[in-house]
């Protein structure tokens, strides 16, 4: 997997060891702050400016790649860096060292949680569902004036809303999905692609095409074997590979695919759901690592620690097997118009999902009076205009809704 840099350079493929991998990654997992945005800046500077593993040009084909694919964008830029500098199993290495810190606090978050009981009842724990509720709606607007810019888009967008809502389960959120890629094909336009640089992670076609076989085996053979069964932990399994599997615009487009997944079904109640994801908001890494809380906070078991293991395994699943299978073929693909024609609906309607999840179930189970309606606003505030750092905005959002709560309000 050596691949020879250019100019004389290091080698950039295969030079490190999976330790090599793990330090700076580990370090990027406890301090990167501010989501996905966020996260390729910090790989930015890590890796192309300070420790030119790579050049801009072959960072941006990456990025470019991780966009294409669903699942999480930011930790799939990273598992594929990893796999740049130590293969495989420097993938592995910089997917863990990158997830572990966030998985771990949500892990100590939900056995928080269920110590403490009535999560339902407690102010500061409604507040951090307030607080969830402007981090969608803000990353509802940010996705809204980068991916619906124009009126074909942005009806895209509204169609895929309503259709989610009135069909609220995972079958209108699929529907949306493909109904936005098969509209985008047809009438949205595309254009060339950039010019293209050296394909920066070599991986043999027959390995690749295992892969998406694989991909494709567990996607439609897992819901097949988990009604087959009676297996709890395989239903688990099952859910949160299809969440990993099929949501397309990164961390905050996963909250209706996993609310449908977790909550009609009584595995966990939706104030739990809400009072987890907004803890996502205060921990740096991945918004993913959100799979892990739920894993430990779900009922019946498989739950705790090996709940949450299971779970953030089976979300990141898909983004391993796709990043291995697609790699050899990424050129193609992305010279092809059609491609880029659909990826364009895809995306709007990815939107459209991400503002039905804004009105249910984040806005109906957070927004129960006028004073909340307030705080959220504040929050909304905070984030979008001052820039304050998330973490902050959870804890106003969580002393706010306590002081509403002393106070009567």
């Keep these: 997997m050596a691949d020879q840099g250019r100019d004389g350079e290091e080698p950039v493929a295969g030079h490190g060891s999976w330790l090599s991998v793990l330090a700076p990654f580990l370090r990027l997992g406890l301090t990167s702050f501010g989501g996905p945005v966020a996260h390729l800046g910090y ?16 960072y941006s084909d990456i990025v470019a790649l991780c966009q294409f694919l669903p699942g999480p964008a930011s930790s799939q830029v990273g598992i ?29 978050f939900a056995y928080g949680v269920a110590a403490l009981g009535q999560i339902g009842h407690a ?34 967008a509204i169609g895929a809303a309503i259709l989610s809502l009135g069909i609220p389960s995972a079958l209108g959120q699929l529907g949306a999905i493909v109904l936005g890629g098969l509209i985008g094909w047809r009438i949205l336009p595309a254009a060339a692609p950039a010019v293209a640089h050296h394909a920066p992670i070599r991986i043999g076609k027959p390995l690749a095409v295992a892969a998406l076989a694989l991909f494709a085996l567990l996607l439609f053979g897992l819901p097949l074997a988990a009604a087959a069964s009676h297996s709890h932990a395989l239903h688990l399994f099952s859910s949160f590979y299809r969440a990993g599997a099929l949501v397309f615009g990164g961390g905050h487009v996963v909250l209706p695919l996993l609310q449908q997944a977790v909550v009609p079904p009584h595995w966990i109640g939706n104030d739990g759901f809400l009072a987890g994801y907004g803890a996502a908001q205060a921990v740096p890494g991945p918004l993913f690592a959100f799979a892990a809380y739920l894993g430990v906070a779900m009922r019946p078991g498989p739950s705790g620690w090996v709940g949450g293991v299971l ?43 991400l503002l039905a999840a804004l009105y249910r179930p984040v806005w109906t189970s957070a927004i129960l009076s006028p004073a909340d309606f307030g ?6 505030l905070l984030l979008a ?17 306590s002081l509403l709560a002393l106070g009567g309000a």
């Design 43 to 58: 790989f930015r500077a890590e890796f192309v400016e300070k420790r030119k593993w790579l050049d801009e040009g072959a």
């Design 311 to 353: 779970c953030l395994v089976a979300i990141y699943l898909p983004s391993f097997l796709l990043l291995i299978g697609v790699l050899p073929f990424w050129e193609r693909l992305r010279r092809g118009l059609a491609v880029q024609a659909a990826l364009k609906g895809v995306n709007a309607a990815v939107v459209g999902l």
């Design 80 to 108: 594929s860096l990893g796999m740049l500098r130590g293969g495989l199993a420097g993938g592995l290495a910089a997917w863990l060292g990158f997830t572990l810190p966030s998985a771990v606090a949500l892990v100590a």
């Design 385 to 401: 205009f001052w820039r304050v750092p998330p973490w902050a905005v959870v804890l106003f959002g969580a002393l706010g809704a």
């Design 123 to 156: 102010p500061w724990l409604h507040g951090l569902k307030i607080v969830a509720v402007a981090v969608v709606a803000q990353a509802v607007y940010g996705m809204a004036r980068n991916l619906c810019p124009d009126r074909p888009r942005a009806s895209l």
């Design 375 to 380: 705080l959220g606003l504040a929050a909304l």
